[in-house]
Protein backbone atom coordinates (compact mmCIF):
# COMPACT_ATOMS: atom_id res chain seq x y z
CA UNK A 1 0.00 0.00 0.00
CA UNK A 2 1.29 3.46 -0.46
CA UNK A 3 2.20 5.68 1.62
CA UNK A 4 -0.05 8.22 0.60
CA UNK A 5 -3.08 5.61 0.99
CA UNK A 6 -2.21 4.70 4.30
CA UNK A 7 -1.70 8.45 5.39
CA UNK A 8 -5.50 8.64 4.64
CA UNK A 9 -6.84 5.58 6.11
CA UNK A 10 -5.02 6.38 9.19
CA UNK A 11 -6.67 9.82 9.53
CA UNK A 12 -9.92 8.47 8.46
CA UNK A 13 -8.53 6.33 11.53
CA UNK A 14 -7.66 8.90 13.78
CA UNK A 15 -11.59 10.86 12.98
CA UNK A 16 -13.01 7.92 14.05
CA UNK A 17 -11.13 7.79 17.37
CA UNK A 18 -12.06 11.19 18.22
CA UNK A 19 -15.92 10.23 17.31
CA UNK A 20 -15.17 7.23 19.64
CA UNK A 21 -13.86 9.88 22.59
CA UNK A 22 -16.92 11.80 22.07
CA UNK A 23 -19.84 8.75 22.11
CA UNK A 24 -17.89 7.78 25.39
CA UNK A 25 -18.47 11.25 26.89
CA UNK A 26 -22.16 9.96 27.51
CA UNK A 27 -24.22 6.58 28.43
CA UNK A 28 -26.54 7.85 26.36
CA UNK A 29 -23.81 7.52 22.86
CA UNK A 30 -21.59 4.94 24.36
CA UNK A 31 -22.32 2.17 21.86
CA UNK A 32 -22.17 4.21 18.93
CA UNK A 33 -18.83 5.06 21.04
CA UNK A 34 -17.78 2.09 21.31
CA UNK A 35 -18.67 0.98 17.78
CA UNK A 36 -16.20 4.12 16.63
CA UNK A 37 -13.46 3.32 18.33
CA UNK A 38 -13.61 -0.69 17.12
CA UNK A 39 -13.98 0.73 13.64
CA UNK A 40 -10.65 2.54 13.91
CA UNK A 41 -8.88 0.20 15.34
CA UNK A 42 -9.63 -2.10 12.66
CA UNK A 43 -8.61 0.09 9.48
CA UNK A 44 -5.55 1.65 11.50
CA UNK A 45 -4.55 -2.57 12.18
CA UNK A 46 -5.62 -3.09 8.31
CA UNK A 47 -3.15 -0.59 6.71
CA UNK A 48 -0.80 -1.34 9.40
CA UNK A 49 -0.57 -5.17 8.15
CA UNK A 50 -0.69 -4.04 4.31
CA UNK A 51 2.22 -1.33 4.89
CA UNK A 52 4.61 -4.04 6.24
CA UNK A 53 7.97 -3.82 4.08
CA UNK A 54 8.58 -7.01 2.18
CA UNK A 55 4.73 -8.08 2.28
CA UNK A 56 4.72 -11.67 0.83
CA UNK A 57 7.43 -12.70 2.80
CA UNK A 58 6.62 -10.86 6.19
CA UNK A 59 2.38 -11.48 6.12
CA UNK A 60 3.03 -14.37 7.56
CA UNK A 61 4.36 -13.63 10.86
CA UNK A 62 1.98 -10.66 11.14
CA UNK A 63 -0.59 -13.09 10.98
CA UNK A 64 0.17 -15.43 13.80
CA UNK A 65 1.08 -13.30 15.76
CA UNK A 66 -2.62 -11.03 15.34
CA UNK A 67 -3.85 -14.39 15.47
CA UNK A 68 -2.52 -15.47 18.85
CA UNK A 69 -2.62 -12.22 20.36
CA UNK A 70 -6.26 -11.31 19.14
CA UNK A 71 -7.36 -15.13 20.66
CA UNK A 72 -5.92 -14.02 24.13
CA UNK A 73 -7.54 -10.79 24.12
CA UNK A 74 -11.11 -12.26 23.06
CA UNK A 75 -10.59 -14.90 25.29
CA UNK A 76 -9.88 -12.74 28.59
CA UNK A 77 -12.86 -10.03 27.63
CA UNK A 78 -15.47 -13.39 27.22
CA UNK A 79 -14.09 -14.38 30.88
CA UNK A 80 -13.78 -11.43 32.75
CA UNK A 81 -16.12 -10.56 35.26
CA UNK A 82 -16.96 -6.93 35.82
CA UNK A 83 -15.40 -6.72 39.24
CA UNK A 84 -12.06 -7.73 37.61
CA UNK A 85 -12.09 -5.31 35.24
CA UNK A 86 -9.76 -2.30 37.09
CA UNK A 87 -7.38 -4.80 37.18
CA UNK A 88 -7.94 -5.96 33.68
CA UNK A 89 -7.49 -2.52 32.45
CA UNK A 90 -3.90 -1.76 34.50
CA UNK A 91 -2.97 -4.62 32.94
CA UNK A 92 -3.75 -3.83 29.51
CA UNK A 93 -1.63 -0.65 30.08
CA UNK A 94 0.94 -2.66 31.16
CA UNK A 95 1.02 -3.69 28.15
CA UNK A 96 1.20 -0.95 25.81
CA UNK A 97 4.06 0.39 27.92
CA UNK A 98 5.84 -2.55 27.13
CA UNK A 99 5.23 -2.86 23.56
CA UNK A 100 6.63 0.94 23.48
CA UNK A 101 9.97 -0.26 25.41
CA UNK A 102 9.94 -3.22 22.85
CA UNK A 103 9.69 -0.98 19.75
CA UNK A 104 12.20 1.57 20.98
CA UNK A 105 14.66 -1.28 21.28
CA UNK A 106 14.27 -2.53 18.25
CA UNK A 107 14.62 0.77 16.59
CA UNK A 108 17.72 1.74 18.64
CA UNK A 109 19.29 -1.90 17.68
CA UNK A 110 18.45 -1.67 14.09
CA UNK A 111 17.24 2.12 12.96
CA UNK A 112 18.42 1.08 9.33
CA UNK A 113 14.88 -0.78 9.27
CA UNK A 114 12.63 2.19 10.59
CA UNK A 115 14.80 4.42 8.28
CA UNK A 116 16.40 6.20 11.05
CA UNK A 117 19.81 6.04 10.14
CA UNK A 118 22.45 3.52 11.01
CA UNK A 119 23.59 2.31 14.31
CA UNK A 120 25.90 5.11 16.45
CA UNK A 121 24.03 7.45 13.92
CA UNK A 122 20.99 7.37 14.53
CA UNK A 123 18.99 11.18 13.51
CA UNK A 124 18.78 13.08 17.10
CA UNK A 125 14.96 13.82 16.63
CA UNK A 126 14.10 9.65 16.33
CA UNK A 127 16.75 9.42 19.32
CA UNK A 128 14.75 12.01 21.74
CA UNK A 129 11.71 10.08 20.76
CA UNK A 130 12.67 6.76 21.25
CA UNK A 131 13.97 7.71 24.88
CA UNK A 132 11.01 9.43 25.57
CA UNK A 133 8.74 6.78 24.23
CA UNK A 134 10.99 4.10 26.19
CA UNK A 135 11.09 6.01 29.21
CA UNK A 136 7.42 6.45 29.82
CA UNK A 137 6.76 3.04 28.95
CA UNK A 138 8.66 1.46 30.99
CA UNK A 139 7.03 3.45 34.04
CA UNK A 140 3.87 2.65 32.54
CA UNK A 141 4.59 -1.17 32.79
CA UNK A 142 6.06 -1.83 35.50
CA UNK A 143 3.36 1.14 37.06
CA UNK A 144 0.72 -0.54 36.20
CA UNK A 145 1.98 -4.22 37.42
CA UNK A 146 1.67 -2.58 40.80
CA UNK A 147 -1.59 -1.50 40.14
CA UNK A 148 -2.73 -4.50 38.63
CA UNK A 149 -0.84 -6.38 42.24
CA UNK A 150 -2.62 -3.78 44.60
CA UNK A 151 -6.10 -4.14 42.86
CA UNK A 152 -5.49 -8.25 42.90
CA UNK A 153 -5.30 -7.96 46.41
CA UNK A 154 -1.73 -10.08 45.98
CA UNK A 155 0.00 -6.90 47.35
CA UNK A 156 -1.70 -4.41 50.54
CA UNK A 157 -3.57 -1.79 49.02
CA UNK A 158 -1.91 0.46 52.08
CA UNK A 159 0.59 3.25 51.22
CA UNK A 160 4.36 1.78 50.90
CA UNK A 161 6.23 4.64 51.99
CA UNK A 162 10.30 5.11 53.45
CA UNK A 163 12.18 7.79 54.58
CA UNK A 164 13.22 9.75 51.68
CA UNK A 165 10.93 8.57 48.88
CA UNK A 166 10.46 11.12 47.22
CA UNK A 167 13.24 12.65 46.97
CA UNK A 168 15.14 9.27 44.92
CA UNK A 169 12.17 9.80 42.69
CA UNK A 170 13.27 12.98 42.12
CA UNK A 171 17.14 11.88 42.14
CA UNK A 172 15.90 9.31 39.37
CA UNK A 173 13.92 11.48 37.39
CA UNK A 174 16.70 13.68 36.70
CA UNK A 175 18.83 11.24 36.12
CA UNK A 176 16.76 9.56 33.09
CA UNK A 177 16.68 13.06 32.13
CA UNK A 178 20.52 13.73 32.11
CA UNK A 179 20.89 10.30 30.46
CA UNK A 180 18.71 11.14 27.59
CA UNK A 181 21.08 14.27 27.05
CA UNK A 182 23.82 12.33 27.35
CA UNK A 183 22.85 9.52 25.15
CA UNK A 184 21.79 12.32 22.26
CA UNK A 185 25.84 12.92 22.47
CA UNK A 186 27.46 9.57 22.11
CA UNK A 187 24.53 7.15 21.54
CA UNK A 188 26.00 4.58 23.70
CA UNK A 189 24.08 1.05 24.18
CA UNK A 190 24.34 1.24 28.07
CA UNK A 191 23.18 4.67 28.43
CA UNK A 192 20.25 3.86 26.57
CA UNK A 193 19.32 0.58 28.42
CA UNK A 194 20.09 2.55 31.52
CA UNK A 195 17.42 4.87 30.62
CA UNK A 196 14.89 1.57 30.12
CA UNK A 197 16.40 -0.11 33.96
CA UNK A 198 16.09 3.71 35.33
CA UNK A 199 12.78 3.94 34.60
CA UNK A 200 11.29 0.59 35.46
CA UNK A 201 12.77 1.50 38.57
CA UNK A 202 10.47 4.57 38.81
CA UNK A 203 7.47 3.02 37.96
CA UNK A 204 7.26 1.05 41.01
CA UNK A 205 8.30 3.51 43.01
CA UNK A 206 5.98 6.06 41.67
CA UNK A 207 3.10 3.81 42.89
CA UNK A 208 3.61 1.76 45.76
CA UNK A 209 3.04 4.68 48.08
CA UNK A 210 -0.51 5.24 46.71
CA UNK A 211 -3.12 3.99 48.37
CA UNK A 212 -6.11 2.48 47.83
CA UNK A 213 -8.55 5.07 48.18
CA UNK A 214 -6.69 6.76 45.49
CA UNK A 215 -6.71 3.84 43.22
CA UNK A 216 -9.24 4.83 40.44
CA UNK A 217 -6.92 8.08 39.91
CA UNK A 218 -3.97 5.56 39.60
CA UNK A 219 -6.11 3.59 36.92
CA UNK A 220 -6.69 6.64 34.40
CA UNK A 221 -3.35 8.19 35.26
CA UNK A 222 -1.33 5.03 33.36
CA UNK A 223 -4.34 5.10 30.80
CA UNK A 224 -2.62 8.98 30.27
CA UNK A 225 1.16 7.50 30.47
CA UNK A 226 0.37 4.55 27.90
CA UNK A 227 -1.24 6.98 25.13
CA UNK A 228 2.28 9.28 25.37
CA UNK A 229 4.04 6.06 25.51
CA UNK A 230 2.26 5.04 22.16
CA UNK A 231 2.52 8.86 20.45
CA UNK A 232 6.37 8.99 21.01
CA UNK A 233 6.93 5.48 19.22
CA UNK A 234 4.63 7.27 16.82
CA UNK A 235 6.94 9.77 16.20
CA UNK A 236 9.34 7.70 15.96
CA UNK A 237 8.16 5.24 13.62
CA UNK A 238 6.68 7.88 11.49
CA UNK A 239 3.39 6.13 12.19
CA UNK A 240 0.28 8.81 11.97
CA UNK A 241 -2.35 6.98 13.69
CA UNK A 242 -0.09 5.93 16.13
CA UNK A 243 0.41 9.26 17.11
CA UNK A 244 -2.39 10.51 16.55
CA UNK A 245 -4.16 7.79 19.18
CA UNK A 246 -1.57 7.99 21.36
CA UNK A 247 -2.04 11.98 21.79
CA UNK A 248 -5.75 10.87 22.31
CA UNK A 249 -5.39 8.46 25.06
CA UNK A 250 -2.84 10.72 26.86
CA UNK A 251 -4.80 14.09 26.92
CA UNK A 252 -8.14 12.38 27.60
CA UNK A 253 -6.48 10.13 30.55
CA UNK A 254 -4.97 13.31 31.83
CA UNK A 255 -7.82 15.11 31.89
CA UNK A 256 -9.58 12.42 33.41
CA UNK A 257 -7.28 12.26 36.09
CA UNK A 258 -7.35 15.68 37.05
CA UNK A 259 -11.57 15.19 37.37
CA UNK A 260 -10.86 12.38 39.31
CA UNK A 261 -8.19 14.51 41.38
CA UNK A 262 -10.68 17.19 42.12
CA UNK A 263 -13.94 14.73 42.58
CA UNK A 264 -11.44 13.44 45.38
CA UNK A 265 -10.28 16.50 46.78
CA UNK A 266 -6.70 15.89 45.58
CA UNK A 267 -3.88 17.02 44.27
CA UNK A 268 -2.76 16.42 40.91
CA UNK A 269 0.58 17.22 40.73
CA UNK A 270 1.27 15.32 43.85
CA UNK A 271 -0.72 11.82 42.34
CA UNK A 272 1.37 11.96 39.30
CA UNK A 273 4.50 12.44 41.11
CA UNK A 274 3.74 9.43 43.25
CA UNK A 275 1.27 9.92 45.97
CA UNK A 276 3.28 12.60 47.68
CA UNK A 277 2.42 12.99 51.47
CA UNK A 278 0.22 9.50 51.48
CA UNK A 279 -0.41 8.53 54.95
CA UNK A 280 -1.39 5.07 56.25
CA UNK A 281 -2.95 6.03 58.77
CA UNK A 282 -6.33 5.75 59.13
CA UNK A 283 -7.56 7.76 61.99
CA UNK A 284 -9.44 7.60 65.07
CA UNK A 285 -12.56 6.20 64.17
CA UNK A 286 -10.52 2.85 63.58
CA UNK A 287 -9.51 2.34 67.29
CA UNK A 288 -12.86 2.04 69.19
CA UNK A 289 -14.65 0.20 66.54
CA UNK A 290 -15.46 -2.68 68.68
CA UNK A 291 -17.07 -0.78 71.20
CA UNK A 292 -19.46 0.61 69.03
CA UNK A 293 -23.08 -0.44 68.56
CA UNK A 294 -24.76 -0.90 65.47
CA UNK A 295 -28.43 -1.40 64.52
CA UNK A 296 -29.45 -5.09 62.86
CA UNK A 297 -31.78 -5.33 60.47
CA UNK A 298 -33.30 -8.09 58.04
CA UNK A 299 -35.41 -8.00 54.48
CA UNK A 300 -38.34 -7.40 55.98
CA UNK A 301 -37.78 -4.03 57.60
CA UNK A 302 -35.29 -2.69 54.85
CA UNK A 303 -38.82 -3.49 52.71
CA UNK A 304 -41.52 -2.10 54.86
CA UNK A 305 -39.24 0.89 55.29
CA UNK A 306 -38.71 1.69 51.27
CA UNK A 307 -42.04 0.40 50.67
CA UNK A 308 -43.40 3.16 52.83
CA UNK A 309 -41.04 6.43 51.63
CA UNK A 310 -41.85 8.67 49.68
CA UNK A 311 -38.41 8.74 48.11
CA UNK A 312 -35.21 6.72 47.83
CA UNK A 313 -31.80 6.73 46.45
CA UNK A 314 -29.91 3.88 45.79
CA UNK A 315 -25.90 4.26 46.14
CA UNK A 316 -24.41 1.53 44.54
CA UNK A 317 -20.45 0.53 45.29
CA UNK A 318 -18.18 -2.13 44.56
CA UNK A 319 -20.05 -4.66 46.98
CA UNK A 320 -22.59 -4.66 44.14
CA UNK A 321 -20.48 -5.12 41.69
CA UNK A 322 -18.87 -8.18 43.13
CA UNK A 323 -22.10 -9.38 44.42
CA UNK A 324 -23.47 -9.28 40.54
CA UNK A 325 -26.64 -7.55 42.46
CA UNK A 326 -27.49 -4.27 39.59
CA UNK A 327 -30.55 -6.92 38.06
CA UNK A 328 -32.09 -7.38 41.50
CA UNK A 329 -31.46 -3.88 42.42
CA UNK A 330 -33.54 -2.90 39.13
CA UNK A 331 -36.01 -5.74 40.07
CA UNK A 332 -36.34 -4.13 43.52
CA UNK A 333 -36.51 -0.26 42.18
CA UNK A 334 -39.31 -1.25 39.55
CA UNK A 335 -41.24 -2.41 42.26
CA UNK A 336 -40.57 0.45 44.63
CA UNK A 337 -42.05 2.37 41.83
CA UNK A 338 -45.57 0.80 41.71
CA UNK A 339 -45.64 1.42 45.18
CA UNK A 340 -45.48 5.73 44.17
CA UNK A 341 -41.85 5.81 45.55
CA UNK A 342 -39.79 8.05 43.83
CA UNK A 343 -36.14 6.56 42.71
CA UNK A 344 -32.87 8.47 42.04
CA UNK A 345 -29.83 6.72 41.84
CA UNK A 346 -26.17 8.49 43.30
CA UNK A 347 -23.05 7.87 41.67
CA UNK A 348 -19.71 9.22 43.82
CA UNK A 349 -17.05 10.22 40.92
CA UNK A 350 -14.93 7.01 42.37
CA UNK A 351 -17.36 4.64 43.26
CA UNK A 352 -15.86 1.18 42.39
CA UNK A 353 -12.22 0.89 41.63
CA UNK A 354 -12.09 2.91 37.87
CA UNK A 355 -13.83 5.86 36.45
CA UNK A 356 -17.23 4.81 35.67
CA UNK A 357 -17.46 1.39 36.85
CA UNK A 358 -20.95 2.01 38.55
CA UNK A 359 -22.46 3.56 35.62
CA UNK A 360 -21.46 0.45 33.39
CA UNK A 361 -23.12 -1.68 35.77
CA UNK A 362 -26.33 0.27 36.33
CA UNK A 363 -26.41 0.61 32.26
CA UNK A 364 -25.96 -3.52 32.49
CA UNK A 365 -29.40 -3.21 34.06
CA UNK A 366 -31.00 -1.10 31.63
CA UNK A 367 -31.72 1.70 34.55
CA UNK A 368 -33.06 4.93 32.86
CA UNK A 369 -29.44 7.46 32.58
CA UNK A 370 -32.13 10.16 34.06
CA UNK A 371 -32.22 8.60 37.12
CA UNK A 372 -28.50 8.73 37.79
CA UNK A 373 -26.89 11.68 39.26
CA UNK A 374 -23.26 12.61 40.23
CA UNK A 375 -22.53 13.83 43.49
CA UNK A 376 -22.61 17.20 43.24
CA UNK A 377 -26.19 17.40 41.47
CA UNK A 378 -28.00 15.07 44.50
CA UNK A 379 -25.94 15.89 47.37
CA UNK A 380 -28.49 18.44 48.67
CA UNK A 381 -31.07 15.77 47.91
CA UNK A 382 -30.24 13.96 50.83
CA UNK A 383 -31.80 16.14 53.50
CA UNK A 384 -35.07 15.69 51.67
CA UNK A 385 -35.36 11.95 51.78
CA UNK A 386 -36.66 9.41 53.31
CA UNK A 387 -34.33 6.21 52.26
CA UNK A 388 -30.76 5.82 51.10
CA UNK A 389 -29.87 2.52 50.43
CA UNK A 390 -26.48 2.11 50.12
CA UNK A 391 -25.18 -1.43 48.61
CA UNK A 392 -21.74 -2.00 48.58
CA UNK A 393 -20.75 1.54 48.67
CA UNK A 394 -18.26 1.98 51.30
CA UNK A 395 -15.56 4.88 51.24
CA UNK A 396 -17.60 7.24 49.43
CA UNK A 397 -20.26 7.25 51.95
CA UNK A 398 -17.77 7.83 55.21
CA UNK A 399 -18.63 10.84 57.27
CA UNK A 400 -14.84 10.59 59.19
CA UNK A 401 -13.76 12.33 55.25
CA UNK A 402 -15.29 15.64 56.80
CA UNK A 403 -14.05 15.09 60.44
CA UNK A 404 -11.20 13.11 61.17
CA UNK A 405 -7.92 15.57 59.50
CA UNK A 406 -5.89 12.10 60.42
CA UNK A 407 -8.09 10.00 57.66
CA UNK A 408 -6.18 9.55 54.33
CA UNK A 409 -9.61 10.00 52.99
CA UNK A 410 -9.75 13.79 54.79
CA UNK A 411 -10.92 16.18 52.41
CA UNK A 412 -12.40 13.61 49.75
CA UNK A 413 -15.94 14.90 48.66
CA UNK A 414 -18.57 12.40 50.06
CA UNK A 415 -22.09 11.02 49.66
CA UNK A 416 -23.98 13.01 52.17
CA UNK A 417 -25.63 10.01 53.24
CA UNK A 418 -25.94 10.57 56.63
CA UNK A 419 -28.27 13.27 56.10
CA UNK A 420 -31.24 10.63 54.79
CA UNK A 421 -33.86 9.91 57.68
CA UNK A 422 -33.00 6.36 57.60
CA UNK A 423 -30.13 5.06 55.77
CA UNK A 424 -29.98 0.95 54.93
CA UNK A 425 -26.65 -0.39 54.33
CA UNK A 426 -25.98 -3.53 52.93
CA UNK A 427 -22.51 -4.75 53.43
CA UNK A 428 -21.33 -8.60 54.20
CA UNK A 429 -19.52 -7.13 57.96
CA UNK A 430 -17.48 -3.76 59.42
CA UNK A 431 -14.56 -4.59 57.37
CA UNK A 432 -13.23 -1.26 56.77
CA UNK A 433 -13.29 -0.04 52.97
CA UNK A 434 -10.85 0.10 50.20
CA UNK A 435 -8.77 2.71 51.78
CA UNK A 436 -8.64 0.95 55.01
CA UNK A 437 -10.83 3.12 56.66
CA UNK A 438 -14.21 2.41 59.05
CA UNK A 439 -17.31 3.99 58.61
CA UNK A 440 -18.49 6.12 60.98
CA UNK A 441 -22.13 5.83 58.83
CA UNK A 442 -22.29 2.27 60.24
CA UNK A 443 -22.70 3.38 64.28
CA UNK A 444 -25.54 6.56 63.49
CA UNK A 445 -28.97 6.22 65.29
CA UNK A 446 -30.44 6.24 61.50
CA UNK A 447 -28.51 3.74 60.01
CA UNK A 448 -29.85 0.27 59.99
CA UNK A 449 -26.86 -2.60 58.63
CA UNK A 450 -28.01 -5.16 56.39
CA UNK A 451 -25.62 -7.87 57.15
CA UNK A 452 -25.85 -10.15 53.87
CA UNK A 453 -24.55 -10.64 50.01
CA UNK A 454 -25.85 -7.97 48.24
CA UNK A 455 -27.70 -9.66 45.34
CA UNK A 456 -29.00 -12.42 48.33
CA UNK A 457 -30.66 -9.31 50.19
CA UNK A 458 -31.51 -7.35 47.30
CA UNK A 459 -33.63 -10.53 46.24
CA UNK A 460 -35.14 -11.05 49.97
CA UNK A 461 -36.25 -7.21 49.76
CA UNK A 462 -37.53 -7.70 46.46
CA UNK A 463 -40.27 -10.98 47.67
CA UNK A 464 -41.15 -8.88 51.14
CA UNK A 465 -42.31 -5.99 48.96
CA UNK A 466 -46.40 -6.08 48.13
Same mark, same amino acid.
Given at each position: ????????????????????????????????????????????????????????????????????????????????????????????????????????????????????????????????????????????????????????????????????????????????? /?????????????????????????????? %????????????????????????????????????????????????????????????????????????????????????????????????????????????????????? /????????????????????? /? %????????????????????????????????????????? /????????????????????????????????????????????????????????????????????????????? %??
Amino acid at each position: MSANLSAIFYLISGILFILALRGLSSPETSRQGNFFGILGMTIAIVVTIFSVGNFSSSIIYVLIVFIIGGSIGAFIAFKIPMTAMPELVAGFHSLVGLAAVFVAISAFLDPDAFNLGSPSNIKLASLIEMSIGAGIGAITFTGSIIAFLKLRGIMSGAPITFPGQHLINLILGITVI /ALVFYLCKSQSSILFWSIIVISFLIGVLLI %IPIGGADMPVVISMLNSYSGWAAAGIGFTLENTALIITGALVGSSGAILSYIMCKGMNRSFISVILGGFGADASTGESQKNKDQKPVKNGNAEDAAFLMKNASSVIIVPGYGMAVAQ /AQHALREMVDKLKKNGVTIKY /A %IHPVAGRMPGHMNVLLAEANVPYDEVFELDDINNDFANTDV /AFVIGANDVTNPVAKTDPKSPIFGMPVLDVEKCKSVLFVKRSLSPGYAGVDNELFYRDNTLMLFADAKKMTEDIVKN %ID
